[in-house]
């Protein structure tokens, strides 16, 4: 079983950033494929960012391109979602996911372990 906890979230102001970390444990963490959801109120949970096990291929979605940045640490067991320029549009709750796969997924139903979530809400 893989643990999964994100920290880092908050309130920010239109234009500002947020740093979130997650931390993996309980099994070797670079057998994942890592990714970063998020699910506003009364929106479906949606892909935000993933990055490979080696920490070589990144996907993102298209509207976070630019502003945010996926990356790990497999040191740490951590994986990191750098949020710049935020907007009002990106407030929802952040989650961390970790996928088995071969393969890189950006589908809810193909990341196996998930954590619980951490609130990031932009102001205007």
């Known amino acids: 079983q893989l643990k999964l906890v994100e920290t880092g979230g908050g309130l920010v102001q239109a234009g500002g950033s947020l740093r979130l970390s997650c931390a993996a444990s309980?099994?070797?963490?670079?057998?994942?494929?890592m990714g970063w959801f998020r699910q506003a109120p009364g929106k479906e949970r949606e892909f935000v960012a993933a990055?490979?096990?080696?920490?070589?291929?990144?996907y993102y979605l298209d509207s976070v391109k630019g502003r945010f940045t996926i990356s790990g640490d497999n040191a740490k067991n951590t994986v990191f979602l750098q949020m710049n320029s935020l907007k009002p549009e990106d407030t929802a709750v952040y989650y961390c996911?970790?996928?088995?796969?071969?393969?890189?997924?950006?589908?809810?139903?193909?990341?196996?372990?998930w954590g619980q979530g951490t609130q990031v809400t932009v102001s205007s």
């Open positions: 996911a970790a996928d088995r796969s071969l393969v890189m997924n950006r589908e809810v139903s193909e990341y196996d372990y």
């Open positions: 309980g099994r070797t963490f670079n057998k994942y494929h």
């Open positions: 990055i490979s096990r080696t920490g070589g291929i990144t």
